[in-house]
């Protein structure tokens, strides 16, 4: 089983829409958790990380679940410039030197 | 601040070749790292290192060397290509030791025939 599994996607969805990705870890002592977003042919970059409490950044929102294993984002009012893959990460226990990746989902936001 | 820099940004090796990928980061973070990214597959990790002189390996290591002896530079080596290991290859830094919130370099591009 994957450490970190995502729906590919693609989502396609109009300007101005919400949009939500969900994400589930399988290690249950998973102890921090990001977003990242990777335009295409480009490296990726840290969009935000997810707190237990939740949090907020703008049109972004992130939560976690950790009875459930899962991690969400949400997107609102979607611009142009949200077309992107949104990748999530998962750090597996607090010390560990390595991060694991999903796939990826990706969302093409449509004029 | 440049951030992180890799060369070269593409290459092309015939299978046997050894090449070296460089990483260079100028934010004095210590620990860094290498991962490669295929088509479905996400990124994995290499290798890394959480300061000079000390690495480790990663998810997938065969096939590849590492060393550290600068904060600023890790070079990943490929000892004898294979077309397995066509691929894009990203480095990071990361000011923490766990190597949460990573910066990335802008990836290399590697196609082994």
């Known amino acids: ?47 935000m990380s997810v707190y237990s409490s939740g949090n907020e950044d703008g049109r972004f929102t992130a939560q976690l679940n950790r009875a459930s294993q899962y991690i969400s984002l949400l997107i609102r009012d ?11 990460v998962v750090t ?4 560990a030197n390595n ?10 936001v449509i004029p | 601040n440049a951030g992180v820099t890799q060369t070269p940004k593409f290459q092309v090796l015939k299978t046997g070749q050894s090449m070296t990928l460089q990483c260079a980061q100028d934010m004095n973070h210590e620990y860094m790292s290498w991962y490669r ?28 060397n590492v060393s550290r002896s600068t ?14 290991q066509t691929s894009v290859y990203f480095c990071a830094s990361s000011y923490s030791r766990d190597g949460a ?13």
């Open chain 1, 1 to 47: 089983r994957k450490e970190v599994e995502q729906d590919p996607g693609p989502f396609n969805v109009p300007e101005g829409a919400t949009v939500a990705f969900n994400c589930t870890y399988s290690n249950s002592a998973s102890q921090s958790f990001f977003w990242y977003r990777q335009d295409c042919r480009k490296e990726p970059k840290l969009l």
């Open chain 1, 78 to 88: 979607s611009k142009l410039s949200d077309s992107a893959t949104y990748l999530c």
């Open chain 1, 92 to 95: 597996p226990r607090t010390g």
């Open chain 1, 99 to 108: 991060l694991f990746f999903g796939t990826g989902t990706r969302l093409t």
């Open chain 2, 37 to 64: 990214q295929d088509p479905g597959m996400g990124l994995r990790l290499i290798h890394y290192s959480v300061g000079a002189g000390i690495t480790d390996q990663g998810e997938v290591p065969n096939g590849y």
């Open chain 2, 71 to 84: 904060t600023e530079d890790f070079p990943l080596r490929l000892l004898s290509a294979a077309p397995s």
């Open chain 2, 101 to 113: 919130q990573q910066y990335f370099g802008p990836g290399t591009r590697l196609t082994v025939t």
